[in-house]
């Protein structure tokens, strides 16, 4: 098909020079680090189809609408993922400056989760809200409430697999995996209606 219509004109709209290209290595440069990461999951053939579909789109989402700016530069999976004790744990968290990512606490919580969901619950605004706290971005921001909420959580007496039974046994029926005792914990707080903030 030949057309003569154009609608974007990008004749004149790029600059390869050198100083571009040095510019945009600095600006973007956590953005072009991901971007390898992202390109190796795409052509991973070790998961099955549908689920590393699946994962590759939540990979995407999660990189496009906020990129990792900043990034520990330790590695940490391997220690988070032997952990046996809620002391490590809190050990671990205390002994980091910033969060791990974009110095984030929810994101940070959402990848420790993600290696060992039997210490570390999602934190994020809803679940603060639905314990009585502002859910704002100091709240959100703030290392001693993280590690409150961690210490809290696991604490718990409704940290078990008694209690938490009828969550886990309609999420595995639902969607084929059982969460952990901490996690059904925390999708209760996370679909509770909010309650009044402290």
């Not at 940490?76 to 990512?101: H, K, N, P, W, Y």
């Not at 940290?159 to 914990?185: D, H, Q, W």
């Not at 925390?186 to 009044?196: G, S, T, Y």
Request: net charge neutral; hydrophobic share 40%; with cysteine.
């Amino acid at each position: 098909m030949t057309t003569t219509r154009k609608f974007i004109c990008l004749e004149n709209a790029f600059d390869l020079s050198a100083g571009s290209a040095a510019r945009i290595c600095k600006y973007a440069e956590n953005y072009l680090a991901a971007y390898p990461a992202l390109v190796a999951l795409a052509n991973c053939q070790s998961m099955n189809a549908a689920h590393h579909q699946t994962v590759l789109l939540l990979a995407t989402y999660g990189w496009m609408p906020t990129v990792p700016k900043s990034m520990v530069d330790v590695l940490f999976a391997e220690r988070v993922r032997a952990m046996q004790s809620l002391d490590e744990a809190m050990t671990f968290i205390d002994d980091l400056s910033s969060g791990l990512i974009n110095n984030s606490w929810v994101g940070s919580s959402k990848v420790l989760h993600f290696l060992k969901p039997e210490l570390f619950p999602i934190w994020d605004s809803r679940v603060a809200k639905a314990i009585g706290l502002s859910g704002n971005s100091h709240c959100m921001s703030s290392k001693p409430r993280y590690m409150d909420y961690v210490w809290e959580m696991n604490r718990s007496p409704k940290n078990t697999i008694e209690a938490t039974s009828e969550i886990a046994e309609r999420v595995e029926t639902a969607f084929g995996y059982k969460p952990t005792p901490l996690r059904c914990l925390e999708l209760d707080l996370f679909c509770k209606p909010k309650i009044a903030e402290r």
